[in-house]
């Protein structure tokens, strides 16, 4: 298997690093990979990849692993792209598709960046990995230093749900409740790297995730017969998925894979009640300022400072993009719209952004006509807090009142 | 595209029955769909399937709607099947195999079913439809009844865990929690019928969740070239996965696809706490009786009386298999072995074939060098209340003791 990878590239300055050894930050922000694209589109064609096995892997010379043998897989990726006619007519968007990113194991799109993170991990001979958490991250971990047989340490906001407390301690690993945010968290991980000897695995703070995460841009494109949608709407908390579909499409791009140089207008969304990105982006600021009190009912949007902001939003003008905040009171009902019409189990971080599709529609930013694709980020099933239930009940199975039945 | 239907059967007498009108049971128990497999095999080659879309649709010519507008689908399908070399190590088995079914649409192997159940009701025109449910299913057809625009009535234990209450009432279905058992749930459905005018979609009392469930076997047999284990441990609820299989695997060898005619010993996993068709398997018998005061913390098998007992104990018994009941107290433990060991987000049920594995491979039913499949039929991701966490707090993060960390 020939490997393509160049070197890595600081995001911040353009350094060249060596790719041969593990990096976390340089100059206290993210690193790139880069890749001969040259070499990648004289060894491989679009045709080649149909008929490999249907996981992010048959983009395997676009990925960073130098041999297979370091691959850490649990068979992800190939996440189903669904037309939702019921939903689009809601909301009045002709063209209107969701990618089900909760069809991945521990099912969220944060298997993607994981594993590659931990592949790469496992390439370097890193034996303890650690992560800050403000959910679905933290689960996604834990599964692949599992099957990787690595030590795993994750550290989450105590008010987490409690379904991602279970799942990274059902794979072995070691769960800390932390008083403060995910912020907070990242601290105690980069202060313990040298009293605990791990690997730091936050968030755009290794090289690697990104790469995961581009693996969505790849898919959608290929899915779609090598075109793209006009309209992205991503829920954006450490920025990962956004920033690496932007650079699977420049990748694409100068493969020549791409059927039209036109790229899609990537839309940063986030809650009123955290929304850092948002409010950069209004300002015309490069730099985002932390996010006081952040508090959302989407988890995984609580994300107050982010070490990638700038190529966040970078990458959302370079596009012609937006970036916009929508109101945390109204994500559940966003969710009960989208589940209710069509099924897919939109979580409460993707339903912000039916709502922003919503409002976008509304102003005239998102023509009727155009093609939508939003991302359901992960499974509404690990959520189930987010909705008050009160069932009714039958006591006597011998005895139900029909007429009650059909009132219910 | 043509369709290879050629009838329908009654499974206890063999009765041929109009596959133009919608069935529920026949002589109250189950019915086949028959095709022409000769048809089949000269529309359609094993090379054929390659360039296909990765769900169970791919196998189409296999499946019963009639014409494709009537395919509900959330994408589901094509689910990986991982090496498990850590548990396979830990247990001694040095050939074991998981295929994952969390990796679907509602995070388990129900929607497999109700993909095609949902399909056929939209073929037949139905507009309503209503379940009984020991958990996973009814989430499942919840999703695929939204996705159809159906109305969705769902009759589930009350004490079935909040998340698969939670799933369904997502989607928009009326659920009811019932002081009772699924059986209980059932007939309440089954009561409903005249007053309601829903179709009743409970399993094996329609003809068409078994086909969905078949595709787990066509799946395998595909993925491994055309070749089976030699053991497959499947967690025994309702028994569609296990019966659906069996039918697959005589349709693949009619076929000619097979590479050899032998075929896996099929293992029916119960827990101790719900074993109807353990006890029955044992006293030779081809039906089962009501299982008394079922309890199992594994609640996808807590079915007490199945309405397929006798094909699940045909099917068995034709194979050389077995079915075997587990130490309930021991399902977490299994949980936590496997998860712990592969990262895959093994559940309740699918645990207790982890305690089928280690039991059969001890008592030298199972050997060491045989190659064994068990299916993860769900996300444990569902079912959070099995483990007690009690996990460590960090109360100020700028102050940790690396030690007591280094600890935990």
Redesign the interface.
């Known amino acids: 298997m020939p490997h393509f990878v160049t070197h890595l590239e600081g995001a911040i300055d353009g350094a060249r690093l060596d790719p041969n050894v593990a990096h976390t930050l340089h100059k206290d922000r993210p690193i790139w990979v880069r890749y001969d694209l040259d070499a990648v589109r004289r060894a491989v064609t679009p045709a080649d990849l149909?008929?490999r096995p249907?996981?992010l892997w048959r983009y395997r010379e676009l990925l960073p692993p130098k041999d297979d043998a370091s691959i850490v897989?649990?068979?992800e990726g190939?996440?189903?792209?669904?037309r939702c006619p019921?939903l689009g007519q809601a909301i009045g968007l002709d063209n209107l598709w969701i990618k089900?990113e909760?069809?991945?194991?521990?099912?969220s799109f944060k298997s993607r960046g994981q594993t590659v993170a931990i592949s790469m991990c496992k390439q370097f001979g890193v034996k303890r990995v650690a992560i800050p958490t403000a959910g679905n991250a933290g689960?996604a971990m834990?599964?692949?230093?599992?099957?990787?047989?690595m030590e795993a340490?994750v550290?989450m906001p105590?008010d987490t749900p409690?379904?991602n407390?279970?799942?990274a301690?059902?794979?072995?690993a070691?769960?800390?409740?932390?008083?403060?945010l995910i912020n907070?968290?990242g601290?105690?991980v980069r202060?313990?790297t040298a009293?605990?000897q791990w690997f730091d695995i936050s968030t755009l703070k290794e090289p690697y995730r990104i790469e995961g995460k581009k693996t969505m841009g790849l898919e959608l494109a290929e899915q779609s017969g090598w075109t793209l949608p006009d309209v992205i709407l991503y829920p954006t908390g450490g920025g990962t998925g956004l920033v690496g579909m932007w650079k699977a499409f420049a990748e694409l791009r100068e493969l020549g894979w791409l059927k039209s140089d036109k790229l899609p207008r990537m839309v940063s969304v986030q809650s009123d009640g955290c929304a850092p990105i948002v409010r950069a982006f209004e300002s015309g600021s490069r730099f985002a300022n932390l996010f006081p009190n952040a508090k959302t009912i989407a988890s995984g949007l609580r994300v107050p400072v982010a070490v990638g902001d700038f190529i966040i939003l970078d990458a959302i003008r370079e596009s012609g993009g937006t970036a916009i905040a929508v109101e945390d009171g109204k994500i559940t009902e966003w969710?009960?719209l989208a589940?209710?019409?069509?099924?897919?189990?939109v979580c409460p971080e993707s339903a912000a952004c039916v709502g922003a599709a919503i409002k976008l529609k509304e102003s005239g930013w998102i023509r009727p006509d155009e093609k939508v694709l939003l991302f359901n980020c992960g499974?509404?099933?690990?959520y189930?807090h987010t909705?008050k239930?009160d069932?009714?009940?039958?006591?006597?199975?011998?005895k139900?009142d029909?007429d009650w039945?059909?009132r219910?």
């Open positions: 149909q008929s249907p996981t897989s649990l068979g190939m996440t189903t792209i669904l019921r089900d909760s069809q991945l194991p521990t099912g689960g834990a599964a692949y230093a599992a099957r990787a047989g340490y550290f105590a409690v379904i407390q279970f799942e301690a059902l794979c072995g070691k769960v800390f409740l932390v008083d403060g907070d968290c601290k105690i202060a313990g009293a605990m969710m009960q589940c209710g019409a069509e099924g897919i189990a499974a509404a099933q690990k189930p909705l239930l069932l009714p009940r039958i006591a006597d199975p011998a139900v029909w039945v059909s219910a």
